[in-house]
């Protein structure tokens, strides 16, 4: 069966300094892999989508970006964190052609 | 895709059917609807999706109307872990779409 990994569960990172999310999958093969953010109370909101290795979409412009070195990994960075990417971060996949998401448990990022 | 409306809250007593409406009414031929839910602070979960026809699972019934301009999703027997937001969503099912989430219906399950 077929598992998402996503981590750490909750990080506090001071306002400048760098991030990296990984998020990987487990028992499938060129999954398309996606970035939410979603703020407290609010919706989810698409960062980063991928179709392949080293094939990134970006949804909305922001001191964000994504990577792809593996097939089955998808990682989110940041240079210099900003307060206003506080956030729930959720990393998800789906098989090009079939018709569900599934979602990891989340991070959940405070910048301060 | 096409934009999805939804109740922004609704209660529902435990034990008794849970239906959430969702309006889709520029969806598309070829666009499918899709159910998830949200338990607070957690990954949104995958319930249950369909063109046409009405679809039913463990989980949960989807009632697609025949204009396809709406859609509820029915829970048969709520109980206090149905607590949750849910979202409707109606998409393309190709290569590289993406999943866009709205605002959602936050379904409260009462004792």
């Known amino acids: 069966s077929q598992t998402i990994h996503q981590w750490p569960a909750t990080l506090v990172q001071p306002v400048g300094s760098p991030l990296s999310l990984e998020c990987t999958v487990e028992g499938t093969s060129n999954p398309n892999l996606y970035w939410y953010r979603q703020a407290a109370g609010r919706g989810l909101q698409l960062l980063f989508y991928?179709?392949?290795?080293?094939?990134i979409s970006s949804e909305v412009p922001q001191n964000l970006s994504a990577s792809r070195p593996q097939d089955r990994q998808f990682i989110l960075s940041s240079k210099k964190l900003l307060l206003s990417d506080s956030g729930f971060y959720l990393c998800?996949?789906?098989?090009?052609?079939?018709?569900?998401?599934?979602f990891g448990q989340g991070t959940r990022l405070t910048v301060v | 895709d096409a934009k999805t409306t939804q109740p922004p809250s609704m209660d529902c007593a435990e034990g008794r059917a849970a239906n959430l409406p969702c309006n889709h009414s520029t969806i598309s031929g070829n666009e499918y609807v899709y159910w998830y839910r949200q338990i607070h602070s957690q990954g949104p979960q995958y319930i249950i999706h369909?063109?046409?026809n009405n679809e039913t699972n463990e989980m949960a019934s989807l009632i697609i109307t025949e204009d396809r301009k709406s859609s509820t999703l029915i829970l048969p027997h709520a109980t206090l872990r149905d607590t949750a937001v849910y979202y409707c969503i109606v998409r393309v099912d190709n290569y590289g779409q993406n999943f866009v989430f709205g605002p959602g219906t936050r379904l409260s399950v009462l004792p």
């Open positions: 369909g063109l046409k």
């Open positions: 991928s179709v392949g290795i080293g094939q």
């Open positions: 998800a996949w789906s098989k090009t052609g079939y018709t569900e998401a599934f």
